[in-house]
């Protein structure tokens, strides 16, 4: 029986860079995606596809938002660009630009849609990439100055904030394989003196977010990374999934959720650290550890999961197995026992700050947009994260990624994970079949996924 809280919060995610264009209006600086995207003929974004126009949600918002209205969307997880906000990241302040982030949160507030804001998804000032970006600790005291300015803006109205989407991409793709911008590749000691810092980054952001709204502002933080679930569900092959998940010496140390929440909540590296990650921790100063702030809530980006069996080994695959269109595994299962095992090694509620399938959807002769494969992915995630709910895991509500099809990074517009259609030549908004299916999910509380 699939139900959800009461107080359940249900809404959609998306990014600044992925969905705002308008990359140098009103003032706005040049951010890292901006310069990673602009060389072109480097291969490096499927297409030469870039965000200088992406959705143009910079300037069409008014029509996205009643869009989600009318879809009863009841929150809102967007991320503000730094560089529109900061032109160069610690210097003036570009009054446009939050006047933008402020009219829209006004305009979600008026339409009864709650505003979750991040305040980096990937998108830094080229001026502090200059500087060695997150390689560089400078970079603390100009995010946490950058958080009080955004705060001191919007914390009247805004109630929740998440300080950075997914370290473990920052780090390990735009500065470990270099796939993402900045696209630099540096050893495994480097990227553990940037997870370092970006949990820095994260703990002075959340004091000063909460000097300026005070105690009861909600701060999280938003790691993904591997999440293992159990082949069978025996309590033998549940303890193995969740050693396997937090376990470090498994090979992509560097893509696990533990590698940034060890620190901020347990206030150390467990003993599964690999050599690099402990070079570089003995030089931690005392000082640094105290400063660690643990979240209020965890949000969980959640797409697939590795199986393993009750020893731990992968296990589970087969010719054949579900693909999404970025060939990545359909595991609900993932949605059951990833917040489950981060609940129980952190003990701090959760959100699944994003979920979502990636599928390459055409206009049909009808003219809609049909996609079942969609509503069938989230239906079936969805009753896996009952059965969390149900088992206990305080799970305070879900994000579809995305409302709008938009730039998916190196991937460009190939890929689309909207439940509303972006036809980019013109566009124009459709919705597709899994947004009115999506809205009744809202509706009913979850209630129709029995049906
Ligand atoms: C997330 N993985 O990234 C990002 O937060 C979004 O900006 C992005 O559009 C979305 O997922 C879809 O890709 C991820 O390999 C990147 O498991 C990689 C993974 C997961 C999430």
Known sequence: MVQFPSDFLWGVACASYQCEGAWDADGKGPNIWDDFCHVTGGGRVKNDDNGD????????WPEDIALMKAHNIRAYRFSVSWARVIPDGDGAVNEAGLAFYEKLVDALLEAGIEPLVTLYHWDLPSALQYKGGWLNRDIVPAFARYARIVAERLG???KCYMTINEPQCITALGYGLGDHAPGWKLPGEDLARIYHILALAHSEAMRQIKAVCGPAVRVGIVPCGRLCYPAEDTPENREAAYRATYDLSLPRWE???????DSLVL???????PECVRRFAATIPAADWDAMEKPDFIGINVYHGMCVDAEGKPAG???GFPL???KWPVTPEVMHYGPMNTYRRYGIPV?????????????????RVHDPKRIDFLHRYLTELAKAVAEGTPVLGYLQWSFLDNFEWNSGYDERFGIIYVDYPTLRRIP????????KVIETNGACLND
């Open 53 to 60: 126009v992406a959705c143009d949600v910079y300037h069409r």
């Open 156 to 158: 009247d109205r805004v």
């Open 432 to 439: 597709k079949d899994s947004a009115a299916w999506y809205a």
């Open 351 to 367: 959100y699944i700050s994003e979920n979502g399938l990636s599928c390459n959807d055409v206009i049909f002769l009808d003219g």
């Open 324 to 326: 999404t269109a970025c």
């Open 267 to 273: 206030r150390r590296y467990d003993d599964t650290a």
């Open 317 to 319: 695959g087969y010719a």
């Open 255 to 261: 893509f696990t959720q533990n590698i940034i929440m």
